[in-house]
């Protein structure tokens, strides 16, 4: 019996910071002058990336909300993809030179996560008896780093590395989708696809069990407003209701220890900074092929609660967790290529003779044994 009720007994708790969520078309406007009130920001400093800051009205637009609030210090926006460590060291010298008390930070993935890394190296520069200085995260893609509390970047290897704490996690997120009106096609759409990497890696990983209901909702409306946002680029529900599914793939929570969330996560950071591969891309590469693998290697439970989920995309059962497992792979992939994202490792230069090393540290953690069903994974994935 206590068995059958195991997944209904645990505990739950927000990251300590969070102050606020505010969502909706154009809500940046009254958003942000709220978070400034409730974290008393007097000084902002804007931490961005090249491109949203030259050409788009994006952070002119949040510029000019500071500026009426009397809240605006500088800007920064020398953040590149996958936060390289260089950019974090020089947006920390420009943080400390202005004397901000408040970060906003605005954009995908990246930016927010050389925020947190910025605030954290912050910190630990005070001697870690210092305040952090409070985050404000405005998105303007789908890949969700708003909601943890740890910082991926990029370090002067080329090696994808991390922090976490659980105060360097955003007090505030503002999701408006007008905002999002910008973002490229492709980056909007393989972000996309980096939450619903989130929602099914979380439907196998040691979450709370309201957090992967709400895991099936994301993926549900991920499956069912992609297409439509491809199809109608300025829908802007589709967009907003896209914002929400990500806030739902990866649900703010407080945890002990910062990781990847599954093997898909895991070879996604072993391949995007080396390799020059987009978040978003990383997870349209594997997260097809790393469900289907699931199907021989995931434990009862976690078969039983990936099968699940065709229910939530009102597709037929086969008959076994197994096929079921296979088929939602499948309506992955299905999705991948109707969105025009089908990439290869060919196509990225990944060499070949480098997937023993690549499953190896994918699999750091986890069962060495998978290895030769990882490395069959990545030639799959090689040229297909």
Known sequence: MADTYSKLHGSYAYHDTLKGVYYGPGCVRTALPKLLSILDGKKAFVITGKSLREKTSVVTTVEGILKDNGAFAATFSEIGQHAPVQGIIRGLE???????????????????????????RHHQQSGGTGKFPN??????????AEYRSGAGYTDEQGNKVGVSDPMIAPAGIILDAELTLVTPEELWLSTGIRALDHAVEGLYS?????????????LSDLFKYLPKSKAQPGDLEARQKLLVAAWMSIWPMKVEKYGPLGLSHSLGHKLGATYGIPHGITSCLTLASVVIL??????????AALAEA????????????????????????????????HRTLASYNVPKANFSTIARQALVGDNPELQPRVEALLESIYSA
């Not at 008959?319 to 497992?325: K, L, M, S, V």
Request: net charge negative.
């Open 94 to 120: 420009a943080l400390q030179a202005v004397g901000a008390d408040i970060i906003v930070s605005i954009g995908g993935g990246s930016p927010i996560d050389a925020a947190k890394a910025i605030i954290y």
């Open 206 to 218: 040691l979450l709370p069990y309201p957090l992967k209901v709400l895991r099936y909702a994301a």
């Open 310 to 341: 065709l229910f939530y995309l009102r597709e037929p059962t086969t008959g076994t967790p197994e096929g079921d497992i296979r088929q939602l792979g499948n309506k992955i992939d299905e999705l991948v290529r109707g969105l025009g994202l």
């Open 135 to 144: 985050h404000i995260a405005i998105p303007t893609t789908l890949s969700a």
């Open 294 to 303: 699931k199907a021989d290697v995931a434990s009862p439970e976690d078969k």
